[in-house]
């Protein structure tokens, strides 16, 4: 695995940090609704911004190591040439359109800049730069594995 390998899954490893965060926050919510009939007030609120961190540090990871669900739907129909550059052409649209999804979280970001939540008081930028950050470097793992997959031989091309 190299450096870039090694920097997504230090960014799942946050994730995962968040996601413990939010399940030890939920268990007191809980404990606190049921047994002193005061559940935190701002646990919705945390549950959200920690939602858009868990997701959004972890997806290019999973893209990376292959874990996304991936559909044959059109094996049945294409030929065997033009299978080739199907999992190119599909990789580059996904980079397209998470560069696209960046873009607009990253101007949605700047425009939005003075939000704060209502309980918790935490301004917005954080998390929603975490949008854009998260969807540009799954943009790069997409338009890697689209290159990789343009320079794969296919089976029985032994040039």
Same mark, same amino acid.
């Given at each position: 695995?190299? @450096?870039?390998?090694?920097? &997504? #899954?230090? *960014?799942?490893?946050?994730?995962g940090g968040v996601l413990l965060l /939010?399940? =030890?926050?939920?268990?007191?919510?809980?404990?606190?609704?049921?047994?002193?009939?005061?559940?935190?007030?701002?646990?919705?609120?945390?549950?959200?911004?920690?939602?858009?961190?868990?997701?959004?540090?972890?997806?290019?990871?999973?893209?990376?190591?292959?874990g996304h669900i991936a559909v044959d739907?059109?094996?049945?129909? @294409?030929?065997?040439?033009? &299978? #080739?550059? *199907?999992?190119?052409?599909i990789a580059f649209v996904g980079a397209? /359109?998470? =560069?696209?999804?960046?873009?607009?979280?990253?101007?949605?970001?700047?425009?939005?800049?003075?939000?704060?939540?209502?309980?918790?008081?935490?301004?917005?930028?954080?998390?929603?730069?975490?949008?854009?950050?998260?969807?540009?470097?799954?943009?790069?793992?997409?338009?890697?594995?689209?290159?990789?997959?343009?320079?794969?031989?296919?089976?029985?091309?032994? #040039?």
């Open positions: 695995m190299g @450096l870039f390998g090694r920097f &997504l #899954r230090l *960014l799942t490893l946050a994730a /939010l399940m =030890a926050v939920t268990v007191l919510d809980v404990l606190l609704r049921y047994v002193f009939n005061a559940p935190l007030a701002s646990a919705w609120e945390f549950t959200e911004f920690s939602m858009a961190l868990i997701v959004f540090l972890g997806i290019a990871y999973c893209g990376w190591t292959g739907v059109f094996e049945k129909w @294409l030929d065997r040439p033009s &299978l #080739r550059f *199907l999992p190119a052409l397209a /359109l998470f =560069a696209l999804i960046a873009y607009r979280a990253t101007l949605e970001t700047v425009a939005t800049i003075d939000q704060v939540s209502n309980m918790l008081r935490w301004p917005h930028y954080p998390f929603r730069f975490t949008v854009a950050f998260g969807s540009a470097m799954l943009a790069v793992v997409l338009a890697i594995q689209g290159a990789q997959s343009l320079r794969r031989r296919p089976a029985g091309d032994a #040039r």
